[in-house]
């Protein structure tokens, strides 16, 4: 990544507006929804006006949310005394600035041309807003940041990359002011920095904190001051609350950990606060019993038993009602999301949740013997279907949707006695009991069995097809033991399983093992 020191953009050929003209300069800034875009263009075609230049500003709307980013297009030149013809939107190999809010909108605007090698300064912000495609992955969806970073360089003539967004935090704005001081830092633009910092104070009651946020950045893009770094993680041990009556047994539990190996610890110790915060000290008693079990077929360096600790924790804590509506209202949520979007005591936030309860969602959130009874009396799906089964928004920042959400949670202590515990729990036994015999003779299979709980996530129809995925790799078990590269195949088999959606990677993966497993 090449960060701006300050040296002046080279000069780039561009279209022009006449004989004694410079010629035009187009712009191109890629923004999500929320960022100022739209006031981070205007600010851009007020510097340009202020100078005498004359300039047009057109947009084109991206896609809800995260889906899409819109693209604000400048285009603007000196005024000759002559009317420029402006084009209202840019064209691949025809941009002289591209600005983008975040790391892989710069990207997606060097994969579709908007970046060119010899022409284009790019102005981007390092940091990283998670793409709709990198969530709804079966696996780690996440962007290699680097590959993205290496590909600007490649591809700009020029890169300003920092993080803008822990810029426009630190001086309590947002990341549009930001924008503009790399802008004006970068020297792509003909503009001394006082005219921007002009068009910033009129911009109104935020001005102050734009113009920290604008001087910030200008600093940084011109070597006046180093680039804000990376946060160190935090490698502080997270805490568990835990009331004062229940002090002597989560201590019991914390002995126990004592006695696994060194290299266990710390994975079971995460393992034991997440089942505990979940459900109960006894919860997280089961818990402990499963990890020891697992290390008495254990030795050095323990892979499986670490496998074992991290796994079990998922598969003993899965997604139901009682948990989604538990986390929604913690205090805890209500200060990440404020502090994430920037607001202050002093303003509203309404938070809006989507729930689109199944009936079998409904059901297994019942007694054992309740749930089964409607789910085997007729015409009761079809009832439920015809009825209930639609989206439902819960407002959780009301006071009627977040006691809605409240007392759904609260029945957590019943959480044993209902009938998605019972599935869940049944599930979770044969897993773990078909682990326990691999151990005894090929522990690398069994360490890849336990990691197979990791295709197994969400809940409504996103944990139905996690369990059917599972159900496909598990299937191949019969296929695999007594082979030497059985743990091989049964890894490629899960990361084929994550690789995509539909599953069509796990078929050819499973056709493989397939052509080559034993008759019978």
Known sequence: MNI?????????????????????????????????????TNWIVEVAEENGWLAQSTSVAGVAQRTGATIYYVEMCRDTGRQPVFALSPAPGDVDILMASELVEAGRAVMRGFVTPGRTTLIASTHRIPAVSEKIAPGDGRTDSSAVIKAMGIAADHVVAFDLEALAKESGTVISATLLGALAGSNALPFPRESYEEVIRRSGKTAEASLRGFRRAYDCATGAAPPPQPLAEDKAKPALAVPAKLKKPWQALEARLHTL?????????????????????????????????????????????????????????????????????????????????????????????????????FTTTLPRRLGRWLQNKPGTAAFYTRHFDKGR????????????????????????????????????RDWFTTVLRLARTDRALAAEVLANYRLIKGYSDTHMRGLSKFARVMGSLSMLEGRADAADWMRRLRTAALADEKGKALDGALTTVASFAKPG
């Open 261 to 361: 190996p060194t290299e266990v610890q710390e994975m079971a110790r995460l393992g034991l606060q997440k089942v505990v915060d979940y459900q109960d000290i006894a919860y997280g008693a089961e818990y402990l019993d499963m990890i020891k079990q697992i290390h008495t077929l254990d030795h050095a360096p323990f892979d499986m038993t670490i496998a074992a600790a991290k796994y079990c924790a998922r598969a003993l804590c899965y997604d139901d009602i009682l948990r989604v509506a538990d986390l929604k209202t913690r205090s805890s949520r209500f200060r990440r999301i404020r502090a994430e979007i920037g607001t202050t005591d002093a303003q509203l936030l309404r938070l809006t949740e989507y729930f689109h309860p199944r009936f079998e969602e």
């Open 4 to 40: 701006q020191t300050g040296k002046p953009a080279p000069r780039i050929a561009r279209r022009s507006p006449g004989p004694d003209g410079e010629g035009i300069i187009t712009l191109a800034a890629l923004a999500v929804g929320g960022q100022g875009g739209g006031v981070l």
């Open 393 to 428: 928004r819960i407002r959780s920042t009301s006071l009627g949707g977040f006691l809605a959400l409240w007392v759904v949670s609260t029945l957590r202590p019943w959480r044993r006695s209902l009938l998605r515990h019972e599935t869940e729990m049944a599930h979770v």
